[in-house]
């Protein structure tokens, strides 16, 4: 008899402290989690840090986080689960009283994109695992990753030479042998050209004024459509993500030059129907204005690159035109031909191998190597 008043007095003990975790097991309690860094570069490592703290007498023998995030950023160390492109990652946490917890992950960042933690869902469970409780923790975290410049050098060759010329630099600097004058100093000019005279006499940073032989600036005009007969989904993502890097790599290369440059797309960041145009700009933190329009691109287009040539890109013109595509036709030869004329120096750069004697030979035709092609 007296076993079963043991008991009984057990199974209510048990009831007991499982009602106690189930009112009071997220009392008192705080979670939190952010990236080390807001931005970072395809293939950098940052940080995840989660923070769990328990204000309250009452331990929690098991407590268990499930962030839920992009498969593209790579938790080092953890038994993650992968559903389409979602990553599920599970950690867990044994807490006293008055306790707090700190636990950082390492993050590589796989792929450019702009990746959120917008919540976690915990769960905690009583002293026997009777009960099990849940509860949604908001924590509204990101980090944007920006598109890794592609080498320019390495990556592609001619299309129509046999000789498999490289892209090159064009010569976008200041002619140094015509100076009509001295100007203020700024960011993006050179040490080198430093007027120490006028700097002394007017007490301002002085440089000489150098006459460009001609006015340059760069449009790069991105397609993304991987198939010109593509309506609404891209059937080979990964060609458009080879071509945003190339558009990266573009944009990188204007840093040595401090040539402007200006962007445009036949997509939308804003759910409209309206193709992205950038401002003209040149400098630093233009670039990285530009690499983070790149790193938001969705993975659709707004209307067909043929339509988007003939309507957005018919009033712009610079002196040296980039298109980027993953495929070549007829209109998109018409729009290089009819920019040439006009005196643009124009370069198509296709991120799909293109065979010898697919291209014309009046266009400055670009295509992927082999070996990236593989890639």
């Known amino acids: 008899m007296e076993f079963f008043y043991v008991v009984v007095v057990l199974l209510i003990l048990a009831v007991a402290q499982a009602q106690v975790y189930k009112h009071l097991g997220f009392r008192a309690l705080d979670y939190d989690c952010k990236f080390s860094e807001n931005e970072a570069s395809e293939g950098d490592e940052i940080k995840l840090v989660e923070t769990v703290s328990n204000h309250k007498m009452l331990p929690l023998p098991w407590l268990r986080s499930e962030l839920t995030t992009s498969m593209y950023l790579d938790f080092a160390g953890s038994q993650s689960l992968i559903a389409d492109d979602t990553r599920f990652v599970p950690s867990f946490f044994m807490m006293r009283g008055h306790r707090r917890t700190v636990r950082s992950w390492n993050v590589r960042c796989a792929k450019r994109g702009v990746y959120e933690v917008q919540k976690c869902i915990l769960l905690v469970t009583d002293l026997l695992g009777l009960k099990t409780?849940?509860?949604?923790?908001?924590?509204?975290?990101?980090v944007t990753v920006l598109p890794r410049p592609m080498d320019l050098q390495g990556s592609f060759t001619s299309a129509n030479r046999l000789q498999g010329d490289i892209i090159v630099r064009r010569n976008y600097l200041d002619d140094p042998f015509y100076r009509v004058g001295v100007r203020e100093y700024t960011p993006r000019d050179s040490m080198r050209n430093i007027h120490w005279a006028a700097t002394a006499r007017t007490g301002k940073l002085m440089v000489h004024n150098n006459q460009q032989t001609a006015e340059q600036n760069m449009l790069v005009l991105l397609n993304l459509q991987s198939r010109s007969y593509e309506t609404v989904n891209i059937s080979d993502k990964d060609r458009i993500e080879?071509?945003?890097?190339?558009?990266?790599?573009?944009?990188?290369?204007?840093?040595?030059?401090?040539?402007?440059?200006?962007?445009?797309a036949n997509t939308s960041l804003d759910g409209t129907d309206r193709a992205i145009v950038t401002n003209e700009f040149s400098g630093q933190e233009h670039v990285l204005d530009l690499m983070r329009t790149l790193a938001r691109l969705p993975m659709q287009f707004t209307e067909s690159f043929s339509a988007f040539l003939r309507g957005t890109c018919d009033p712009l013109t610079a002196s040296d035109i980039v298109i980027v595509t993953a495929y070549v036709n007829d209109a998109l030869y018409d729009y290089a031909r009819a920019r040439k004329e006009a005196g643009c120096h124009v370069k198509i750069v296709c991120v799909t191998h293109l065979d010898m004697g697919e291209a014309p030979d009046d266009l400055e035709i670009y295509t992927i190597t082999e070996e990236e092609a593989a890639q």
């Open 133 to 142: 409780t849940s509860h949604v923790a908001e924590v509204n975290t990101a």
């Open 242 to 264: 080879t071509a945003i890097r190339v558009c990266a790599g573009f944009f990188d290369d204007t840093l040595r030059s401090g040539l402007p440059v200006r962007f445009a």
